[in-house]
C-alpha cells in the first residue's frame, strides 16, 4: 500500500526512480522518475498478437532496444567520460523517445505503455 512508501520516504524529497508502483503516486516532494526497462516490457506487453514491425508498440521496443544498445556502448567509459557522452548522446534520443510518446493516443495495454 501507499503508507509504507510514504512512511519510509517522509523525510526525502528529490527524484524517486521506480518500476511505477502505484504506492508512490502522490508522494509529496517528489519527482517520479520511470524506468526504462519497465517502459520496454510495457511496449512489448502491447504488441498485437499478430504484430507487425509497423505496429506502434513495436516501434517502441525498438526506440528502447536502441537506447540500451547506445548506453551499453558507453560502458568502457570512465564514469565522467560517460556522464557527458549521456548528455550529448543518449539525452537527444531519450528527449525524442518521450516526445513521440507524447505525441501517441492510445488506451489498452499501449496506453499502459505511453502513459
Known sequence: ??????????????????????????????????????????????????????????????????LFALDKSLKDLSVSERYDQRLELVKPKLEAFFDWCESLTAHGKLGTAIN
Not at 527524484?15 to 519527482?31: A, E, K, V
Open 1 to 66: 500500500s501507499g503508507s509504507v512508501p510514504r512512511d519510509f520516504l517522509e523525510e526525502y524529497t528529490g527524484y524517486l526512480h521506480s518500476d511505477g508502483f502505484s504506492g508512490y503516486n502522490n508522494l509529496p516532494g517528489m519527482t517520479m522518475i520511470a524506468c526504462l526497462a519497465h517502459i520496454r516490457r510495457k511496449f512489448y506487453d502491447a504488441r498485437p498478437k499478430n504484430y507487425s514491425s509497423k505496429s506502434v508498440a513495436h516501434k517502441g521496443v525498438t526506440l528502447c532496444n536502441e
